[in-house]
């Protein structure tokens, strides 16, 4: 574990854990680390063959409904579940929370994009970045590890506090995201990070809420996005897998 609170830490221990902290988790969320994102879109893509998504202005206004309104607190709640379960070694609570999380995608497309992350995410961890308990974490879960889950996970299993996890896994989703329309519009460098600084504070609020949500505050309003990633399996011609 890199975190304990049976012992006093001294500054110098502490910066140096927070140092670590970090790393790893600019590490893990990176889209350097090898959990295949590039290749989905969360149904963006057909939105944007739909029309829907045209320009960064409407693209910053489906994202904010995404990250506000839909998978994105859904994940997001899911995260800090996981987190405060494995935390506490309830492996019975975490693979409530592992099931609720798989049974809650709205479509088979967002069903393969979010395990295949999450497995791939929990291989790459165990492989190169294993801890104490992690195998156990992911022993007790009966279904595959949704993406979210799995971060969730593995950064409690590393003591790497909640709230910085959180966040840097809402920069990630939406980054990718992003990254997704800037393929498909196209999108300019320039205008991706604007479009990036207008959800700055959607993605602040979105972790606030999903810090102090319940499982019974899940629920999505983002009926169109479900259907584009319902839509996007049937989509003629395609660049993404979902």
């Not at 057909?46 to 045209?54: F, N, P, Q």
């Not at 405060?84 to 693979?95: M, Q």
Request: glycine share 6%.
């Amino acid at each position: 574990m890199l975190m304990s609170t049976n012992e006093p830490v001294s500054p110098a221990d502490l910066a140096g854990r927070e140092a670590a902290a970090l790393y790893r988790l600019m590490t893990w969320l990176s889209p350097a680390f090898p959990v295949g994102g590039f290749s989905y879109s969360s149904g963006i893509e057909w939105a944007v063959e739909a029309g829907d998504i045209t320009d960064t202005a409407t693209l910053a206004d489906w994202l904010d409904a995404m990250l506000g309104d839909g998978s994105g607190l859904c994940d997001a709640t899911f995260l800090v579940h996981a987190y405060r379960a494995a935390e506490a070694g309830e492996t019975t609570t975490l693979n409530d929370i592992a099931e609720l999380a798989a049974a809650f995608v709205p479509s088979r497309e967002r069903q393969l994009e979010t395990t295949s992350q999450g497995r791939a995410f929990i291989d790459i961890a165990r492989a190169a970045w294993d801890a104490d308990g992690l195998d156990a974490m992911v022993a007790a879960c009966r279904t595959p590890l949704v993406y979210p889950v799995a971060v969730g996970v593995v950064a409690a299993m590393h003591g790497v506090p909640l709230a910085p996890t959180l966040h840097a896994f809402l920069h990630a989703l939406v980054s990718n995201w992003i990254s997704a329309a800037s393929r498909l519009i196209p999108l300019g460098q320039t205008d991706s990070q604007r479009v990036l600084v207008r959800l700055e504070a959607a993605a602040a609020a979105t972790a606030n809420r999903a810090l102090n949500a319940t499982l019974d505050d899940l629920g999505s309003a983002t009926f169109r996005a479900d259907l584009a990633s319902l839509r996007h399996e049937t989509q003629y011609t395609r660049l993404f897998r979902s």
